[in-house]
């Protein structure tokens, strides 16, 4: 039996994916998520896609063939590729308790990050990198919006995404679960991100762009990793240093 450090909450939001990658993640994703409709552009090419007409088998009930006036008039503006899948089900999760996990396993915390863009794309990069989880903050944050999801490219079915009241408390915890944490910052006790040790049970912290970390998470941090920029400009994206650093503690845990 899992044992929570917050309590589950029911996901009854529907939220809409659109295009056949994160279509198809969402179809296959094994009663995950709750199907409510398919809608489909009559006589599109998406229509003679191998992978999604087996799916749709699964479906049926819940499918519908939309005439092009119709379906342009509602997704128009919005680059389906003839097909929109409505759907409800739990994305946020609660945060368990890790003290039995051994080995290599990493959680990535997001701090102050609210640009839906960019969020987006670091779930892509965290599951794409082998990343274990991603905190958020129930404040301060994005959240989970459809654009997130769309920009995900469907991630975010396999990545478990949790939501904590205090991100403090939570390092704190995290901490008492044999965790290692390392914030990703420019401060002057940070060292190059390809020294840190990333192997082991660790949690990195990332922050905005604008913002950073916050103070007190900062220093609760074990470890800061900084990226050290070469041209004119000050710092790179935050899901570009995101990319950066966890694709070096997936080489670390691969190749070392």
């Not at 552009?41 to 092009?68: A, F, I, M, P």
């Not at 995404?161 to 390392?182: M, P």
């Not at 950073?212 to 935050?238: H, R, W, Y």
Request: with cysteine; aromatic share 8%.
């Amino acid at each position: 039996m899992v044992k929570y450090r917050t309590k589950p909450k029911a996901g009854k939001e529907i939220h809409q994916i659109f295009g056949i990658n994160g279509v198809l993640t969402v179809l296959s994703s094994k009663n995950k998520y709750h199907i409510q409709t398919i809608e489909i552009l009559e006589k599109s090419h998406v229509t003679r896609n191998t992978d999604v007409r087996e799916l749709l088998k699964n479906y049926v009930s819940q499918t519908c063939y939309v005439d092009h006036d119709t379906f342009y008039r509602k997704y128009g503006e919005k680059r389906t590729q003839g097909i929109v899948v409505s759907f409800s089900g739990e994305i946020i999760k609660a945060l368990p308790l890790f003290k039995e996990i051994e080995g290599n396993y990493c959680l990535l915390i997001v701090d102050n990050v609210t640009d839906t863009q960019n969020f987006g794309q670091i779930i892509r990069t965290a599951e794409c990198a082998g990343v274990n989880g991603i905190i958020i903050p129930e404040r301060n944050s994005v959240g989970i919006t459809d654009t997130v999801l769309q920009v995900s490219q469907g991630a975010f079915c396999n990545m478990p995404i949790y939501s904590v009241t205090n991100l403090n408390q939570t390092l704190s915890q995290l901490k008492e679960d044999d965790f290692w944490t390392i914030a990703v910052e420019n401060g002057i006790d940070a060292k190059p991100w390809s020294q840190i040790d990333y192997k082991g049970k660790v949690a990195i912290v990332i922050g905005s762009e604008g913002q950073g970390i916050k103070p007190l998470v900062l220093k609760s941090c074990d470890f800061q990793a900084t990226i050290p920029m070469q041209g004119e400009t000050a710092s790179l994206n935050v899901s570009a240093a995101t990319a950066v650093v966890l694709f070096e503690r997936l080489r670390q845990i691969l190749f070392n």
